[in-house]
Nanobody
Framework: QVQLVESGGGLVQAGGSTRLSCAASGSIFSINGMGWYRQAPGKQRELVARITSGGSTNYADSVKGRFTISRNNAKATVNLQMNSLKPEDTAVYYC???????????????WGQGTQVTVSS
């Protein structure tokens, strides 16, 4: 019904930049919040950044001033620009979308498959 396709990430040197993208497709009527989460080995999944349909954003304290989240409502995409990367940013990054399917009245929470970001020191 719904696919979230993530792209970007990979191996980056400390201080470098990379950009993650996530595109939602399928039987979608409407999208509300979109965001990025990450999970490092041995740790719980945590919020990185989130953006509402109106463009309001919130960030984890650890990434404020370094990461920027943006979205394109017409294309149903959400991006995460990651600058000044640190080794502690190494994790699997997951796209998350709150959406309403066609012919449904229930908002659902969808996750991407995850993309690895590794920051070398």
């Amino acid at each position: 019904q719904v696919q979230l396709v993530e792209s970007g990430g990979g191996l980056v040197q400390a201080g470098g930049s990379t950009r993650l993208s996530c595109a939602a497709s399928g039987s979608i009527f409407s999208i509300n919040g979109m965001g990025w989460y990450r999970q490092a080995p041995g740790k719980q999944r945590e919020l990185v950044a989130r953006i509402t349909s109106g463009g309001s954003t919130n960030y984890a304290d650890s990434v404020k001033g370094r990461f920027t989240i943006s979205r394109n409502n017409a294309k149903a995409t959400v991006n995460l620009q990651m600058n000044s990367l640190k080794p502690e940013d190494t994790a699997v990054y997951y796209c998350n979308v709150d959406l309403l399917l066609l012919e449904s009245s229930t908002w659902l929470d969808y996750w991407g498959q995850g993309t690895q970001v590794t920051v070398s020191s």
